[in-house]
């Protein structure tokens, strides 16, 4: 007749994920504008860096964010919203791509 209660045991914390990785979302999304700013003398690359570079920052930073905000959620839903993001996130990284050109001290030409 000794049927004492077992304490209740404390639920195990989610694993916490570090800020580093939005450290490498940040670099992913300033890295094209910082190599603009660099090479911003040289009118022969400004495009390929606007366009490659910018697209491929804001695809990678698109599909991170959709895992980490929709992470345990459908695919589909996943996929849709890397697309959302990438398309929202390409206009964002070319005027930051714009803003390193002019602080690097060249202009914008596109030609």
């Known amino acids: 007749m000794n049927d004492a209660v077992p304490p209740a ?4 914390p989610p694993p916490r994920r570090g800020a580093w990785g ?18 911003a003398r040289s009118s022969d690359a400004q495009g ?18 959709a895992r980490r905000l929709f992470a345990g959620r459908a695919w589909a839903l996943q996929v849709f919203m890397a697309v959302v993001f990438t398309a929202v ?23």
Do not use: K, Y
Request: neutral net charge; contains cysteine; aromatic residues 10%.
């Open 9 to 12: 045991l404390n639920p195990v």
């Open 89 to 111: 996130l390409f206009p964002v990284s070319a005027v930051l791509c714009c803003v390193g050109c002019t602080l690097g001290g060249g202009g914008i030409d596109l030609r």
């Open 22 to 39: 939005w450290w490498v979302f940040l670099a992913a999304l300033l890295a094209p504008a910082v190599i603009m700013a660099l090479m």
């Open 48 to 65: 390929v860096v606007l366009g490659l570079g910018g697209g491929a920052s804001a695809l990678f930073c698109g599909i991170w964010l």
